[in-house]
C-alpha cells in the first residue's frame, strides 16, 4: 500500500526535496512563472530548508528543456582556487584532506541560478529567492531528518563557533517541531535582492547582473575571500569574480524509443546511463521485480557503470575522458558478458578501456559507509510544457561557515582525490567530479520526465531502480518510488575518504529474506537497511502524459519531499 497517491494535474506540476520549496515554486507557477523560474524558486529555497545539506553557496546542476528545444545543463559546479598549491594534501597533510576551508571551491549554486533565469526564466532574483529570505528570517520547522543530521553530526558543527551557534542554538541540536532561523543568510540574500533592486531602473538583465555581482565581486565576495586568508584557505576575489557556470554537453542514449538525457563526465551522470544499457544488454525480460535474479542483474550492471567512472571519469577539461566508447554497443556488450547470472564480482571490475594499471584499492576498515555532504532535488513542468530537472548540494559539517553571512562555501573539494594523477585527482582550477546529477527522459509517447535524487554515490543507483519501475515494469510514479531499493559500495566512494566495501549490496527491510539468501548464495554481502531509509535516495519526478492531457508527479516519503500539481 502506497504512503500517498500519485499527484495529477492538467496545468503544471513541481516535486520537491521539502514541502514548502514545493510550495514556493507551485506559487510561481501560478503567478504566471515559468519552470525554470519555479525551479529557481525551489532550488534557492532549499538551500535554506535542508541548511544540513544543501549550501546557498554551494553547488546547483540544472538540466532545462524549454518547450520542444533542445535539452540542456548548467554545470553549476566551481573549480579548485588558481593558486592551491598541485600537491598540497600529500605533501603537507599525509594525503589526507582535513576537514575546513582547503576542501572550498569556488561556489556555484548563486551564479547557475540567476544564469538560469538570464537564459529562460521571466522573473527578477527578487521574485525567485524572496521566499527563501523569509524561510531564513522567520523560520520553519525542524523535522526529523534534520535533527537526525544535527545530531549525528553534533561534534562537527561544534568545531567552530559559528557553526554551533547556527546548528546548535542554546548549545544543543534542535528537536523536532522547534522553529530553526537563520537570520545572517536571510540578510545576505536580502543584500543581493537590495542591490538588484537598486540597479533594476536600467532593466531586467541589469538587474541579474547586480544582485550576482553582489555575490561574486560585492561584500559578500569580500567577507567570504576575507574569512578564506584568516582560516588558511586559497579562494580569491579573482577566483570568484571570473566564475561563470557553463553550459556542458548533454549525454543522451536510446532505450526501447525513449531517450535518456544525463549529465557529462564533469560528474556521475554517464553512470546512470551506461548502467540502463549494460541492465538492458544482460537481459531484463522475464525478470521479476525485485526477485534475485533482478537484483543481481542491476548491482552488477552498476558495478561495471561504476567502475568506468571510477577508471576513466573527471572534469573533461583537464581529463580524456573515453565517454563515446563507454556508452558504444561495443563496450556495452563487453561489461555484460563479463557479467556472471550466478555469482557476483567480488568487487569492483577490471579496467577494459585503454592501457593502465588498476589500482589495488583499500578495504574499509569502517562497518557503515560514511556520508558526507548532502544534496536535495527539484523537478518542474509547466503549462508550456517547459522542464526542469536539477539538484542542489553541499553539506555544512566539513567547515566553517564564514562568519555574520550564514554562508557555507561549497566544500565540494571533498569528491576529488588528493592524488593528481587520478582522473578524479584535483588541480588548480579543476572542478571535482560531483556526485549531483540530474536526469531527464523524453519519453516515446512525446511526453517529458524530469526525475533526479539526493545520495552521493546511490543517486544513480535509486535513479535506476526508479526508471525501470516506471518504464519496464509499468508502475505508477508514486509507486515506483516508493518500491524498496537495493544500492551496490563495491568501487571507491565518491568522498573523502573514498571508502571501499567490495562485495557490499544494501536493502531495504522490505526486501523479503528468502530473496536476501538468494543474492547471499550468489556472493554479495548483505548489508541490511531499515524497511524504509533516506541511505536509498529521495527521488522525486513528473512524467507527462500526451494521450490523457494529464501530469503525474511523485515524491519519496523518505525525506520532507511532495509534489504538487493542478
Not at 536 to 542: F, R
Amino acid at each position: 500500500m502506497l504512503t500517498r497517491p500519485t499527484i495529477t494535474g492538467t496545468r503544471h506540476a513541481v516535486s520537491a526535496g521539502h514541502y514548502l520549496a514545493a510550495a514556493a515554486a507551485f506559487s510561481v507557477l501560478e503567478s504566471g512563472g515559468n519552470a525554470v523560474d519555479a525551479a529557481c524558486t525551489a532550488g534557492i529555497a532549499l538551500g535554506v530548508l535542508h541548511p544540513d545539506i544543501v549550501s546557498f553557496a554551494g553547488v546547483a546542476p540544472i538540466m532545462i528543456r524549454m518547450k520542444d528545444g533542445p535539452v540542456e545543463t548548467i554545470a553549476g559546479l566551481g573549480g579548485w582556487p588558481a593558486s592551491i598549491p598541485p600537491d598540497l594534501f600529500r605533501e603537507k597533510h599525509g594525503g589526507k584532506m582535513p576537514p575546513g576551508v582547503l576542501r572550498s571551491v569556488v561556489p556555484a549554486a548563486p551564479d547557475a541560478w540567476i544564469t538560469a533565469l538570464r537564459r529562460h526564466g521571466t522573473m527578477s532574483f527578487a521574485d525567485v529567492a524572496t521566499p527563501a529570505m523569509r524561510f531564513a528570517a522567520e523560520g520553519f520547522a525542524v523535522y526529523a531528518v534534520l535533527a537526525n543530521n544535527l545530531d549525528k553530526r553534533a561534534a562537527d558543527y561544534a568545531r567552530w563557533a559559528y557553526n554551533a551557534e547556527i546548528f546548535q542554538p542554546g548549545g544543543t541540536p534542535p528537536k523536532v517541531g522547534e522553529k530553526f532561523v537563520q537570520a545572517d543568510l536571510a540578510r545576505s540574500i536580502g543584500y543581493m535582492i537590495d542591490q538588484e533592486k537598486a540597479a533594476a531602473k536600467h532593466g531586467r538583465e541589469a538587474g541579474l547582473q547586480a544582485a550576482h555581482d553582489a555575490f561574486y565581486r560585492g561584500d559578500l565576495a569580500r567577507e567570504i575571500t576575507a574569512f578564506q586568508a584568516r582560516e588558511g584557505g586559497f579562494l580569491s576575489m579573482a577566483d570568484l569574480a571570473n566564475y561563470r557556470s557553463p553550459l556542458e554537453p548533454v549525454l543522451s542514449v536510446d532505450w526501447r524509443g525513449h531517450t535518456l538525457h544525463g549529465c557529462g563526465p564533469w560528474c556521475q551522470g554517464p553512470v546512470l546511463l551506461e548502467a540502463l544499457l549494460i541492465a538492458e544488454r544482460i537481459g531484463l525480460d522475464g525478470l521479476a521485480h525485485n526477485s534475485p535474479e533482478y537484483l543481481h542483474v542491476i548491482a552488477e550492471a552498476l558495478k561495471g557503470a561504476f567502475a568506468d567512472r571510477e577508471y576513466h571519469v573527471g572534469d573533461p577539461r583537464f581529463v580524456d575522458v573515453p565517454i563515446e566508447t563507454m556508452l558504444s554497443p561495443a563496450h556495452v556488450g563487453h561489461r555484460a558478458a563479463a557479467i556472471d547470472r550466478a555469482h557476483a564480482h567480488p568487487g569492483m571490475p577490471e579496467r577494459l578501456i585503454g592501457a593502465g594499471r588498476d589500482v589495488a584499492h583499500e578495504v574499509s576498515q569502517e562497518i557503515e559507509p560514511p556520508v558526507e555532504a548532502g544534496t536535495s532535488y527539484i523537478c518542474v513542468v509547466d503549462q508550456w510544457g517547459n522542464a526542469v530537472s536539477a539538484t542542489p548540494s553541499d553539506g555544512s559539517w566539513t567547515g566553517p561557515l564564514v562568519p555574520g553571512t550564514g554562508l557555507m562555501v561549497s566544500g565540494r573539494g571533498s569528491q576529488n582525490r588528493t592524488d593528481p594523477a587520478h582522473p578524479a585527482g584535483y588541480a588548480p582550477g579543476k572542478r571535482p567530479r560531483l556526485t549531483p546529477a540530474p536526469a531527464m527522459v523524453a519519453l516515446r509517447d512525446g511526453g517529458i520526465m524530469p526525475f533526479g535524487t539526493p545520495g552521493n554515490d546511490v543517486q544513480p543507483q535509486a535513479m535506476l531502480q526508479v526508471l525501470l519501475n516506471l518504464l519496464h515494469f509499468g508502475m505508477e510514479p508514486q509507486a515506483a518510488i516508493e518500491a524498496p531499493r537495493v544500492a551496490t559500495y563495491a568501487f571507491p566512494s565518491s568522498s573523502a575518504p573514498h571508502d571501499y566495501f567490495p562485495g557490499r549490496l544494501a536493502l531495504e527491510g522490505r526486501i523479503a529474506a528468502p530473496v536476501r539468501e538468494a543474492l547471499a548464495a550468489r556472493g554479495h554481502v548483505i548489508a541490511d537497511w531499515p524497511d524504509w531509509t533516506a541511505l536509498a535516495g529521495c527521488v522525486e519526478l513528473i512524467r507527462t502524459n500526451p494521450a490523457t492531457g494529464l501530469i503525474e508527479a511523485g515524491a519519496d516519503p523518505r525525506r520532507p519531499a511532495y509534489a504538487i500539481a493542478i
